[in-house]
């Protein structure tokens, strides 16, 4: 069952101090305000959905295109969850709800193991429409919804939730070892379909530079997905990435990560962990990246 709306509608996002940025993690749900949008939100989402629907033609996977379409998700203005749920709902059996900003990871594993998807109720400013640092609407709904109309990749969902409490549960290493998988996959990946390369990932597709940037660009790497590889991997948070994995399936991902991770964090705890940008030896390299561009320090 999905969670109570209990608070009114706040928009939460990071507090700059002098020790730089720090993440508000706010756990309430909100019954989402749509009656309040403004012109200028639904503006925003138009400019942004056109823009981007765009650039991903024929750079998106097709499953990512057609689930857009699928549930009703128009430039016309910022759908309704409601709407949006009744063909999730039909469709996998998932259901968003609506929250102020990002939650702390055992509150989102627990939404992701029942099926729930926490959608960042508010929409970026028009100044921020090229970018903002922090998850909001567009990119939680444009971004991450859509593939939650794909059965194997709901399945994949759910399971990482279920990782992720489990995770959480052995400690901190674990728990980065689960988030770099995340990072590469449900928000950085690349999928090979019958043409050629296409986007998964929702931080790629929700942005309009990496959208080109992952697929054309000679700078990045382009290495064949590698669970365990993945997670010792680093990543980049405020820059484009330097590596992007490939899968050749939804399924693929799911079989290489339904065992138990239990001895694989044990393992991986003795491995050192690996930079952004390196290639390894055993990596199914499909692009050695050039390099272009990178800055030498920032992964985390
Ligand atoms: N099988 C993983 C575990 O045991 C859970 C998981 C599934 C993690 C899917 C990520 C993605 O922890
Ligand atoms: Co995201």
Same mark, same amino acid.
């Given at each position: 069952?999905?969670?109570?709306?209990?608070?009114?509608?706040?928009?939460?996002?990071?507090?700059?101090?002098?020790?730089?940025?720090?993440?508000?993690?706010?756990?309430? !749900?909100?019954? =989402?305000?749509?009656? %309040?949008?403004?012109? /200028?939100?639904?503006?925003?989402?138009?400019? &942004?959905? *056109?823009?981007?629907?765009?650039?991903?033609?024929?750079?998106?996977?097709?499953?990512? !295109?057609?689930? =857009?379409?699928?549930? %009703?998700?128009?430039? /016309?203005?910022?759908?309704?969850?409601?709407? &949006?749920? *009744?063909?999730?709902?039909?469709?996998?059996?998932?259901?968003?709800?609506?929250?102020?900003?990002?939650?702390?990871?055992?509150?989102?594993?627990?939404?992701?193991?029942?099926?729930?998807?926490?959608?960042?109720?508010?929409?970026?400013?028009?100044?921020?429409?090229?970018?903002?640092?922090?998850?909001?609407?567009?990119?939680?709904?444009?971004?991450?919804?859509?593939?939650?109309?794909?059965?194997?990749?709901?399945?994949?969902?759910?399971?990482?939730?279920?990782?992720?409490?489990?995770?959480?549960?052995?400690?901190?290493?674990?728990?980065?070892?689960?988030?770099?998988?995340?990072?590469?996959?449900?928000?950085f990946?690349?999928?090979?379909?019958?043409?050629?390369?296409?986007?998964?990932?929702?931080?790629?597709?929700?942005?309009?530079?990496e959208?080109?940037h992952a697929l054309?660009s000679a700078a990045p790497n382009r290495i064949?997905?590698?669970?365990?590889?993945?997670?010792?991997?680093?990543?980049?948070?405020?820059?484009y990435q330097k590596t992007y994995?490939?899968?050749?399936?939804?399924?693929?991902?799911?079989?290489?990560?339904?065992?138990?991770?239990?001895?694989?964090?044990?393992?991986?705890?003795?491995?050192?962990?690996?930079?952004a940008g390196?290639?390894?030896?055993?990596?199914?390299?499909?692009q050695r990246g050039s390099g272009e561009g990178w800055?030498?320090?920032?992964?985390?």
């Open positions: 069952m999905s969670a109570t709306p209990a608070s009114a509608p706040r928009r939460v996002e990071n507090l700059h101090t002098d020790k730089g940025k720090v993440p508000v993690y706010a756990t309430g !749900l909100v019954e =989402q305000p749509w009656d %309040g949008y403004s012109a /200028d939100d639904h503006a925003t989402w138009a400019t &942004l959905f *056109a823009r981007q629907r765009e650039v991903l033609v024929g750079r998106a996977c097709d499953e990512f !295109l057609q689930a =857009q379409d699928a549930m %009703g998700m128009t430039p /016309d203005r910022i759908p309704r969850f409601s709407d &949006l749920n *009744a063909a999730l709902g039909a469709a996998t059996g998932w259901t968003l709800i609506g929250v102020e900003g990002l939650l702390p990871e055992l509150d989102f594993f627990d939404h992701l193991a029942n099926r729930r998807f926490p959608v960042t109720w508010w929409i970026r400013r028009p100044d921020q429409i090229d970018y903002i640092e922090e998850p909001d609407l567009f990119h939680d709904l444009f971004g991450h919804v859509p593939l939650l109309m794909n059965p194997v990749f709901a399945d994949y969902m759910q399971a990482y939730g279920q990782g992720g409490v489990k995770a959480h549960g052995i400690g901190p290493e674990a728990l980065q070892n689960l988030t770099r998988l995340y990072w590469y996959t449900v928000e990946g690349l999928i090979r379909q019958h043409d050629g390369l296409r986007i998964y990932g929702a931080g790629i597709v929700s942005s309009a530079g959208s080109v054309e064949g997905f590698d669970g365990e590889r993945i997670m010792r991997t680093r990543y980049r948070i405020d820059t994995f490939v899968i050749d399936s939804f399924q693929q991902l799911m079989d290489a990560t339904a065992p138990d991770f239990t001895p694989l964090y044990a393992r991986l705890a003795s491995q050192p962990s690996i930079p390196d290639v390894l030896a055993g990596d199914t390299v499909s800055a030498n320090d920032g992964d985390v």
